[in-house]
């Protein structure tokens, strides 16, 4: 099955927004007992995520 990859293209207020957003439910999730793996693997991509200038640099050095 092949997978679409979605891009979203948002400032560093929107950024910092979801960030705290989920980690907020994440922390309230542990609260909870329950598990946080999937909001743990969305966090890690979000903080993983190149800037917009990192990626048209890399697609360059590609070719």
């Given at each position: ?21 989920l ?9 909870q007992?329950q ?14 995520a ?10 360059r050095?590609?070719?």
């Amino acid at each position: 099955m092949r997978s679409d990859k979605r891009v979203i293209v948002v400032d560093d207020l929107l950024y910092n927004l979801m960030l705290n957003g989920l980690n907020d439910f994440r922390n309230k999730l542990l609260e909870q007992d329950q598990p946080t793996e999937d909001v743990d693997k969305l966090l890690l991509l979000i903080l993983d995520a190149p800037t917009a200038r990192e990626r048209r640099r890399a697609y360059r050095d590609e070719r």
